[in-house]
């Protein structure tokens, strides 16, 4: 099965506009992450999916793979569609293009996965909370699993809730959601079709849609500490972390 990744890079942005072009020692963020993802052994083809011509140009200038797309896209994932309306490949993998660190391994792992349980539409990535502070934060989504592996339901909230001594809550059994997702390509485009599910409005989560249809969603655990860009201060954390492992 032929798999192909989609960065797609949204110039606008509520707490750090214009953040996919912010420097990181000498280079943009884009470029970071497409250097990064471009050492996945899975991938075909890496492309961009831009909405401002300044980032298309910009992407171009260091040799990628980018095409434009509409603004008005109402997530990633329809912005990720358009971009490989035209485009054969059997998985489509959703790569955020504000995770300057990504390991390509992980995508690897997500590809094989995707290609192993032919029940599954779609494959995301989890990781073991790490803390009560993160397990009780609402912008941490979290997630429950089956036996297989496969998600039951995300949430804002902290799931599974312990009814009975919860100050003895032991968070590293739950985990979190990271924002990663490869899905089969003919089911991309049926999802962008439907609708805007009751749990995905009541959540504000897109991945609930998928499982209010009745699909099922594979897992990959990891161990990798993300960093996403979403404030100055993350800047400042890639950063230290760029010049801490000799990557600046």
Known sequence: MKAIGVLPARWASTRLPGKVLVDLYGKPMLQRVWERVKQSKELSAVIIACDEPHVMEKALSFGATAVMTRKDHPSGSDRVAEAVAN?????????????????????????????????????????????????????????????????????????????????????????????????????????CTWPKSFLESEECLEQLRVLEAGCKIKTVETHMNAIGVDTPDDVKRVEQYLKSNGLA
């Open 87 to 191: 485009i054969d490949a059997d998985i489509v993998v959703n790569i955020q293009a504000d995770e300057p660190l990504i390991d390509p391994l992980l995508i690897d792992e997500l590809v094989k996965a995707l290609r192993a349980d032919t029940s599954c539409v779609m494959a995301t990535v989890i990781k073991r909370c790490a803390t009560v502070e993160e397990f009780n934060n609402p912008n941490v989504v979290k997630v429950v699993i089956d036996h297989d592996h496969c998600a039951l339901y995300f949430s804002r909230a902290s799931i599974p809730f312990k009814r009975d001594d919860a100050a003895g809550t032991d968070v590293t059994k739950y985990f979190k959601h990271l924002g990663i997702y490869a899905y089969r390509r003919e089911f991309l485009f049926k999802y």
